[in-house]
């Protein structure tokens, strides 16, 4: 009797025989054939989740540094509706375009079902509607500096914080303590890199003023609290919305649970302690539309150009029916149909005019009729292009939301930087001017930043832990042929 029971212990306490994923762990009389991982990978090099890694870090980086020269160029002659219209309508037909071109020149991508829905249509909706309600709530927000400036970045930190409560109380997943560790590191190297910046109230991009008002535009504090308040809402339906692509793109089959025991490396999550409180295993997820669990005999191939493309056709109708925000005063510029008509046309017109010469400044009261809408609008329409789909890239290598918005989120420090090399001018719209200086915001970036690289390396190093014992040991859970394109 006590051997039994000391043979039993050591099955469930040989940590050297767990991977990361590995969420139970079984007694010596229960099948094989009953351990489950919590999830599945699809194949994928080093190299290419490493470059994908880089890339999102980049694109992230690029968009948080053109938005708001973006914004105030626009504000011109413009408003921030034709920034989102005009994003949302091309970056519509770019994915539709690339996809066809895939579609005729790629041979995987020539199962990808153009006209079908990547996943169901009420989830969809759901998707679309999250995403383009949180970058409505963000841009107006930050236009017209509603936001204060020098809150407007330091405040995208509690982006990760959000996904972290998400993922508690609303996955059904388990998470290794390592890559909570990891997460809560980057958590804390964010709140070093945003610490100063928060604080110095005479210093936004770069640029020092003597009053806050001289950079905070025509809002009373009340205003100022409120578009706040609507800010970080906007922030935290962002990372719900990534939460939520997690739970419809790659869902989990719970349907084969056991009563089984959480080793000491896992925490269960409160949603899962909810919803299966005996049990904690689960089944690896499998793609919406897929048939079938042979990850072998996959026929249909799921794209992220074609989800991305879904969202923003749905986005794009979303966009046309939420025109009368701008019509409002307490949220758009306009205050008439016909004010709304002539600077939605003209921030349209703006993103195809070349930027004018210095000679012509004075037909608009000293300014630029599109100042440099021209330029900043297709930077930051590639810069985003290449946020979407490589986002959603991440999402699916790593299976983690969380992961993904840790990565983005390191692109802080990098923004940090760069507006300590240069500054943005409110009297010179939209323009950068070369003026490097040691700033207290530039000292907590770099040190904030090996904080948030040391977080993000030992992500790195468990994904890839895990994606290689799950390969090398049991290839059930290593999607061979590439389900998504």
């Known amino acids: 009797m006590e051997e039994d029971d000391h043979d039993e212990l050591l099955q469930c306490t040989d940590d050297d025989s767990l991977s990361e994923t590995?969420?139970?762990?079984?007694?010596?009389d229960?099948?094989?054939?009953?351990?489950?991982?919590n999830v599945s990978y699809f194949n994928h090099t080093k190299l290419e989740f490493i470059s994908t890694k880089l890339t999102l870090i980049f694109s992230t980086s690029v968009m948080l540094i053109l938005l708001p020269l973006y914004l105030d160029a626009i504000n011109v002659d413009g408003n921030a509706y034709s920034l989102i219209l005009t994003n949302t309508f091309i970056s519509t037909i770019l994915f539709i375009v690339t996809l066809g071109i895939a579609k005729l020149f790629c041979q995987k991508y020539r199962n990808v079902n153009v006209f079908s829905f990547p996943v169901k249509f009420w989830k969809l909706v759901q998707l679309s509607g999250l995403y383009?309600?949180?970058?409505?709530?963000?841009?107006?927000?930050?236009?017209?500096?509603r936001?204060?400036?020098?809150?407007?970045?330091?405040?995208?930190?509690?982006?990760?914080?959000?996904?972290?409560?998400?993922?508690?109380?609303?996955?059904?997943?388990l998470m290794g303590l390592q890559r909570i560790f990891s997460a809560t590191t980057i958590v804390v190297g964010i709140f070093i890199t945003v610490d100063y910046g928060l604080c110095d109230?005479?210093?936004?991009?770069?640029?020092?003023?003597?009053k806050i008002s001289d950079d905070s535009g025509p809002w009373n504090g009340e205003n100022h609290a409120l578009w706040t308040t609507v800010y970080i809402a906007g922030l935290a339906i962002f990372a719900a919305y990534f939460t939520l692509l997690d739970r419809y793109v790659l869902t989990c089959n719970n349907s084969n649970d056991q009563n089984v025991n959480i080793p000491s490396t896992f925490l269960s999550t409160v949603s899962r302690s909810v919803s299966f409180p005996n049990t904690i295993s689960c089944s690896p997820p499998q793609l919406i539309g897929n048939s079938t669990n042979n990850n072998q005999n996959l026929t249909k191939i799921q794209s992220v150009v074609h989800l991305a493309m879904w969202i923003h056709i749905f986005g794009f109708v979303f966009t046309l029916m939420m025109f009368w925000t701008d019509i409002i005063p307490e949220i758009g510029k306009d205050e008439n149909i016909n004010d709304f008509w002539n600077h939605t046309t003209k921030g349209i017109i703006c993103h195809f005019q070349k930027p004018q010469p210095p000679s012509t400044a004075n037909l608009h009261g000293g300014q630029f009729p599109c100042g440099n809408v021209f330029m900043f609008s297709w930077l930051f329409m590639c810069s985003y292009i290449l946020f979407v789909v490589m986002s959603m890239k991440f999402l699916i290598l790593t299976q983690s939301a969380v992961y993904t918005i840790a990565t983005m989120s390191t692109s802080l420090p990098f923004v940090s930087?760069?507006?300590s090399l240069f500054h943005a001018s409110p009297t010179t719209i939209g323009l950068l001017i070369w003026s490097p200086a040691i700033t207290g915001e530039l000292i907590?970036?770099?040190?904030?930043?090996?904080?948030?690289?040391?977080?993000?390396?030992?992500?790195?190093?468990?994904?890839?832990?895990?994606?290689?014992?799950?390969?090398?040991?049991?290839?059930?859970?290593?999607?061979?042929?590439?389900g998504y394109a």
Not at 201 to 210: D, Q
């Open 132 to 145: 383009f309600s949180c970058a409505f709530m963000i841009i107006y927000a930050l236009d017209r500096k």
């Open 417 to 419: 930087i760069w507006w």
């Open 201 to 210: 109230e005479f210093r936004c991009r770069g640029y020092e003023r003597e």
């Open 22 to 28: 590995e969420d139970q762990c079984l007694s010596i």
């Open 444 to 482: 907590c970036a770099i040190l904030g930043l090996p904080i948030m690289l040391v977080g993000l390396f030992l992500l790195c190093k468990a994904h890839l832990k895990n994606y290689q014992f799950l390969k090398q040991n049991d290839s059930r859970y290593v999607m061979t042929n590439d």
């Open 30 to 37: 229960k099948p094989a054939e009953s351990s489950d991982h």
């Open 147 to 173: 936001v204060v400036c020098h809150l407007q970045d330091p405040i995208k930190g509690i982006v990760l914080v959000f996904s972290l409560l998400y993922y508690f109380f609303f996955c059904r997943k």
